[in-house]
């Protein structure tokens, strides 16, 4: 990981260092230029053919990601990982079937899954009827916020908000709407417990006025975390978000769904929009500062609990933030610590004497920094639930662009 104290220097090293390095570090466009000076003395260099493809497709550049990716895994059919990354900018655009076969190829169980489960969607997914917009309030703010929705015409009921969630229900609400599972997987383990993630198709999910019909879903039957009037019937975040400009207003308790109208500014919103990336499926990240350490790589996880900010203790250490060693706790089966951050900030979006989590080790799975190996770039921290409250955070996956603003 590069330093994470910032200076005209550091830009200017940066500005020569060979790509990777540059990726590493979060600076994309940089990165993007290294790798095109490369195809220049090397055009069939797969390396920084599939990189260059993977940083369109952390934009949503669909047109560039599909070139260069395709041209990737043309030259290195082994290359698991551009297979995947080709397959995810399909189903990014809802173009399910040249997915499959992507999927198919890489013999990993959750890609064959998901295959299966997009080989029995027939028509066209992600078909939205109904308003130009909805404002749903908010049914509960904490332990997450959340909202009423409907699954195949039923009742309405309580989904979890999470960023980091794609559209999961729990086992009961599966069977209630009558949903066949045609593929599985092992999800890992969750509070010590083995967890078998199920995919069906889903013919109508209804938030407000706006209805989505013909979408992939999972189900597990994992513990949720408790909400006023009973446990959730499941949760649902970035891949519904992605569909839609999307606002979680904490603030004001409601979640705001827009269709999505291509290149057109939205009025005050346009001005301080900071930059927004999509790595993996469901993980959006964008720019933020540790005190005056930063702007750095962070992840925007709406699903953590009684936490503004989760890092390691190896970077809250640097950047000056103060490690309570004294209350140790387990946390996704690992040791951490509380942590109280002076000021943490998304571009004008500042937060003061935050509350946080500070893991003692780096791995797979934890938001933030814990990523840095699954994404292939560092992250400093990942900003979530309580530093969100006094705001209206607005996803744009159109022009890939995150709003937070005070209301």
């Known amino acids: 990981m590069l330093p994470l104290v910032e200076s ?79 397959a995810e900018c399909f189903v990014r655009q809802d173009r399910l079937t040249p997915a499959i076969p992507l999927l198919q190829s890489t013999n990993r169980p959750r890609d064959t899954a998901f295959a299966e489960v997009y080989s029995h969607i027939s028509g066209v997914p992600w078909q939205v009827y109904g308003a130009r917009g909805t404002r749903v309030p908010f049914w509960s703010l904490d332990p997450i916020p959340s909202v009423k929705a409907s699954v195949n015409g039923g009742e309405p009921k309580t989904f979890l908000l999470d960023t980091y969630a794609t559209l999961d229900l729990t086992q009961d609400a599966a069977e209630e709407a009558g949903l066949r599972a045609v593929a599985s997987y092992s999800g890992g383990v969750v509070d010590g417990h083995p967890v078998t993630l199920y995919l069906g198709v889903l013919d109508s999910f209804k938030v407000g006025d706006i209805e989505i019909r013909n979408i992939p879903v999972q189900w597990n039957d994992a513990q949720r975390p408790p909400l006023p009037g009973g446990p959730p019937a499941g949760a649902f975040g970035t891949t519904i978000f992605y569909h839609f400009l999307t606002t979680m207003d904490y603030a004001g308790r409601a979640l705001i769904l827009r269709r999505k109208t291509r290149g057109r500014r939205r009025g005050s919103q346009a001005q301080g929009r900071l930059p927004l990336w999509l790595a993996g499926d469901h993980f959006p990240c964008t720019l933020g500062s540790l005190g005056d350490h930063g702007p750095r790589m962070v992840t925007v996880d709406t699903g953590g609990i009684g936490s503004a900010l989760d890092t390691t203790v190896e970077i809250a250490e640097r950047v000056g933030i103060e490690v309570d060693y004294e209350h140790p706790m387990e946390r996704f089966g690992r040791t951490s610590y509380p942590i109280t951050a002076d000021r943490i900030s998304l571009g004008r979006a500042v937060g003061r004497n935050v509350r946080g989590v500070a893991a003692k080790d780096v791995f797979p799975g934890l938001p933030g920094p814990g990523q840095s190996a699954q994404f292939g770039f560092d992250l400093i921290a990942n900003f979530t639930h309580e530093f969100f409250k006094p705001f209206a955070i607005t996803f744009d996956y159109t022009d890939m662009k995150l709003s937070v603003t005070r209301r």
């Open 8 to 86: 005209p220097s550091d830009f200017a090293l940066a500005s020569t260092a060979d790509p990777d390095q540059l990726f590493k570090a979060g600076r994309f466009g940089e990165a993007e230029r290294g790798y095109r000076r490369l195809l220049r003395g090397e055009p069939r260099n797969a390396r920084a053919l599939a990189q260059l493809g993977y940083i369109a497709l952390l934009a949503n550049r669909f047109g560039p990601a599909e070139t260069y990716l395709s041209k990737a895994v043309a030259l290195t059919p082994g290359d698991v990982t551009s297979r995947q990354r080709l």
